[in-house]
């Protein structure tokens, strides 16, 4: 089997207060988000939200069911979100193919049996970033490409978080139940991201880093408002962010990152803002 997972239970924000720098990395924390030749997934209980990565290099990889869904087939009840970070490739869904370049994405809905892996060079593999969220019901599978994403820019130099937001798998370009993903790339000289910071106890979120340079890092700050914290992240790393913490960072460089998110509904505005001075 090609698909490696762990499951990891959802804690609320008094038990997060009581964890040490360890605790705090392995609860929230992805630090594997791809390996050759495999399926790294972490399914959250946090409203039951899968993240990972698929990475082909000699062979193709399927997307097997794991014993967590308790079903015949990985997507019998769920709906997927995939953004391709790497080399080019191609994903077939039940027999159809797509072609995921650089930064695009392709939206699964339920009850797609087969779903495949391929990377069309080896030398450069395709690195494909996998968000999972259950569904209710089937919407048609849909590739999206930067060009064809609503975007969004925000910030500037002077508050250093000028960034670009590519809304790529979200109510307004493609029909998913509650599963939404998007792109935030960072300008020159910007580092902050999500700023102002903010809540949204409907919908819980996952971020993904990535485009980080070589040699630097990102601090990711969770937690309630009024008792935050922090991860150190490197890389190609993903961070799990509860409904009840807010999630922004902070790179000694710009960066790009994938924002994941699922829960009560398909609202992108939906989100309770904290000033910046009220952070703590």
């Not at 630090?31 to 399926?39: G, L, Q, S």
């Not at 980080?212 to 990102?218: C, L």
Request: charged share 25%.
């Amino acid at each position: 089997m090609s698909v490696n997972y762990e499951s990891r239970y959802a804690i609320g924000p008094h038990e997060t207060k009581a964890l040490d720098t360890k605790a705090l990395r392995d609860n929230f924390l992805i630090e594997n988000v791809f390996a050759d030749d495999t399926i790294q997934l972490v399914y959250t209980h946090y409203d039951r939200y899968l993240a990972g990565g698929a990475k082909p290099v000699g062979k193709p990889l399927p997307l097997e069911t794991i014993d967590a869904l308790k079903a015949s087939y990985f997507l019998e009840r769920r709906e997927l979100g995939i953004i391709n970070v790497g080399g080019a490739g191609k994903v077939s869904v039940d027999g159809e193919v797509y072609e995921l370049g650089f930064k695009e994405a392709l939206y699964v809905g339920r009850g797609h049996r087969d779903v495949v892996f391929y990377s069309d060079d080896a030398g450069r593999p395709a690195k494909f970033y996998l968000n999972s969220a259950p569904a209710h019901r089937a919407y048609p599978s849909k590739k999206v490409t930067k060009a064809e994403a609503e975007t969004v820019e925000l910030g500037s130099l002077e508050t250093a978080n000028h960034r670009v937001i590519n809304k790529l798998l979200v109510n307004s370009v493609v029909e998913t139940c509650q599963l939404q993903m998007g792109m935030t790339e960072l300008k020159t000289g910007s580092v902050w991201n999500t700023m102002p910071a903010h809540t949204h106890d409907r919908r819980m979120e996952v971020y993904f880093y990535f485009e980080v340079p070589e040699g630097q890092s990102v601090s990711h700050f969770m937690g309630q408002p009024e008792e935050t914290r922090h991860i150190w992240m490197q890389n190609e790393q993903a961070v799990i962010s509860p409904p009840w913490s807010i999630h922004a960072g902070a790179g000694t460089s710009n960066y790009t990152f994938i924002w994941g998110m699922a829960g009560e509904n398909l609202d992108y505005d939906d989100m309770d803002k904290r000033a910046i001075t009220e952070l703590k």
